[in-house]
């Protein structure tokens, strides 16, 4: 493993918040959305952290194999899962024995330093007629346009303290993310958006009732553009 990285997950992972409070449902919903565009076969998850996706994954019974770069992730998803394949790695060191028909990059493509080059990596590990799924917070949400008008953020796609606590490199808009997947040969098969987001997780978490927030991950996916996850399934 590349060492700078590897102390860089590290820390990250020590105080990590990704899973906590409003971001479990949206992760939940996340799993529900890929399910419906899941091909056969099996499913690798790329970057699990707390593995709140690979509980949901789970759930559809398929041959699955996680790859995280923090050991103490590795250890608790193990514990919660031994029946799956659990790898420490980096994913730019994964080299895998087989192929996969799902790869499931959920929040993934914000973290990494080169995510064409991960997209054109990892697409060699799909069987025929696989896909990968992919899902990254949108830039142009709601709650992060209002954020610009009031004067919290320079631009939309400026990290929050939420992003540089979290690892973030950058935040996407749709435009983006389609370029990339593009970039790297791979083949657009679907683009749509989740969670209808007008304020910020804490705002949320203060005010808002699971049904309340539940309803609004559903708005999110009648108006992707302004959703605050977008995501993409492409093979």
Known sequence: MDSSEQNRLDAIGQ????????????????????GRHLAPGSILE???????????LVRFDRDLTVVEGVADFCSEIRTRHPGIKVVNSLFE???PAETFGNIVLGHVLEHVENPV???KYVKN?????????????????????????????????????RDIANGHRRVYNPERLRADFESAGCRIES???????????????????????????????RYPELAGEIYIVAS
């Open 46 to 56: 790329l970057g699990p952290a707390e593995g709140l996706m690979t509980d949901e």
């Open 125 to 161: 590990w799909l069987r025929p007629g696989g896909r990968i799924l992919a899902a990254v917070p949108n830039s142009q949400s709601l709650h992060r346009q209002a954020g610009v008008l009031m004067g919290l953020l320079a631009r939309e796609d400026d990290l929050n303290e």
């Open 191 to 221: 683009f749509g958006g989740y969670w209808m987001k007008p304020l910020t997780n804490t705002q949320l978490e203060a005010n808002w009732e699971e049904s309340m927030l539940k309803a609004f991950m559903c708005l999110g996916e």
């Open 93 to 95: 060191t994964y080299e």
């Open 117 to 119: 080059g991960l997209l």
């Open 15 to 34: 105080r990590s918040i990704y899973s906590a409070g409003v971001m479990s449902i949206a992760i939940r919903h996340c799993a529900e959305v890929f």
